[in-house]
């Protein structure tokens, strides 16, 4: 049994609820936490946080959830100021805006931002590309850190970071940052559970859903994801924070293919017994 982790719901889960009714729903499903997001569509107003409106800090306090995560994107998508941006004009107003995003996090004791690694940009190869990544790290670390906010770079398909190994090669390289570890994201590119293991011990957020080689969501029947045995895992890696059931319905890799509440249900139930 371990009670030191703990469940949460994501807020993108239902794109087409406000942030209180998402809220809502969470309550209802006896959910204690929430992740939210900041990014264009996002239940956030990042134009707020970015400007250090305290309304946008009452408006969360109010929904009567821990905040567990925001995750955050500097641009519209994967590309647009990306964190690895070989763009040092680029580099400096992420910095700028990030110290917004650690003031946000840390006004609503959230205790880590989520952030995507950038892409294999144009003209750079992969070496270039994992250091620029390394770097910006580093920069954005040094934001962070004061504050007690943990970055938790999330390895994602068609991202910087598809391979077990080249994440791992990230997180030793820049003491103090951490992972939003999905292990769909390593599952559905054709990696094996056993291959994600070794994460666990580098990571301060957990996103939580059933998948398989070719499908980065699928019905908790229909996948390949042990739970017990990832639970384990992180047991295993003393991880003590957050455990976010992430079932999406979004138009990217097919992933409005599961009924979103069902599966929820069926997660929160399995996961709670195991804690």
């Known amino acids: 049994m371990n009670t030191l982790m703990r469940l949460t719901l994501t807020s993108w889960s239902f794109p087409r609820c406000t942030l209180q009714e998402a809220a809502g729903i969470a309550r209802a499903l006896g959910f204690e936490a929430m992740d939210v997001g900041a990014y264009p569509g996002g239940h956030l107003d990042r134009d707020a946080i970015l400007q250090g409106d305290a309304r946008e800090v009452e408006r969360v306090r109010s929904l009567g959830l821990a905040i567990s995560n925001v995750y955050y994107t ?47 940009h144009a003209g750079m ?25 943990s970055i938790a770079i999330e390895p994602h398909v068609m991202g910087l970071l598809e391979s077990p190994r080249e994440a791992l090669k990230v997180v030793e390289s820049v003491p103090g940052l951490k992972l939003a570890l999905d292990y769909a994201h390593f599952v559905t590119l054709g990696y094996t559970q056993a291959e994600v293991d070794p994460l666990c011990g580098f990571a301060a957020h957990v996103h939580l859903r059933q998948a398989k080689p070719g499908y980065l969501q699928t019905r908790l029947e229909h996948g390949t ?36 509440i069902s599966e929820t249900v069926k997660m929160r139930d399995l996961v709670s017994r195991w804690l």
């Open 225 to 260: 994801l042990n739970f017990p045995a990832m639970l384990d895992a992180l047991g295993q890696a003393a991880y003590t924070g957050y455990l976010a059931v992430e079932y999406v319905h979004q138009d990217y890799l097919q992933t409005d293919n599961v009924d979103v």
């Open 125 to 149: 190869s992969r070496h270039d590309a994992l250091q620029r990544c390394i770097e910006a790290s580093h920069e954005l670390l040094d934001i962070s850190r004061p504050a007690g906010v």
């Open 74 to 120: 500097f641009g519209a998508g994967f590309v647009e100021r990306a964190l690895n941006s070989p763009d040092a004009e680029i580099r400096r107003r992420n910095c700028a805006d990030f110290r917004r995003v650690v003031e946000f996090c840390a006004a609503v004791a959230c205790p880590s931002v989520m952030l995507l690694p950038g892409v294999l």
